[in-house]
């Protein structure tokens, strides 16, 4: 069982940036590819980010490539989505996600987190 807290979420105006971090439970971290979603009010929950076990691959939904990097300490059991230039229409609560084998996808993943809110003002 893998248990996911992410942290970093909150107000913020169009342009600025944010840095959530999702915190992880078990020694098998590094085996584990880690991915970020989000789902806004009234839409379905959708890919933002992925990474794979290792962090040594990324992947990127098209509407926030070059501006949102994900990163994977395994030494912290802790992956990171930093968020930059945020636009009104990235408003939503955030998932980080943990999926039981390395290759990084974007789908079928295993754990959840609780969600973080994150509101972008115009």
């Known amino acids: 069982q893998v248990q996911l807290v992410e942290s970093g979420g909150g107000l913020v105006q169009a342009g600025g940036s944010l840095r959530l971090s999702c915190a992880a439970s078990?020694?098998?971290?590094?085996?584990?590819?880690m991915g970020w979603f989000r789902q806004a009010p009234g839409k379905e929950r959708e890919f933002v980010a992925g990474i794979t076990g290792s962090g040594s691959n990324t992947d990127y939904a098209d509407s926030v490539k070059g501006r949102f990097t994900i990163s994977k300490d395994n030494a912290k059991n802790t992956v990171y989505l930093q968020m930059n230039s945020l636009k009104p229409e990235d408003t939503a609560v955030y998932y980080c996600a943990a999926r039981t084998t390395p290759w990084v996808t974007r789908q079928n993943y295993d754990y959840w987190g609780q969600g973080t809110q994150v509101t972008v003002s115009s």
């Open positions: 078990g020694r098998t971290f590094s085996r584990y590819a």
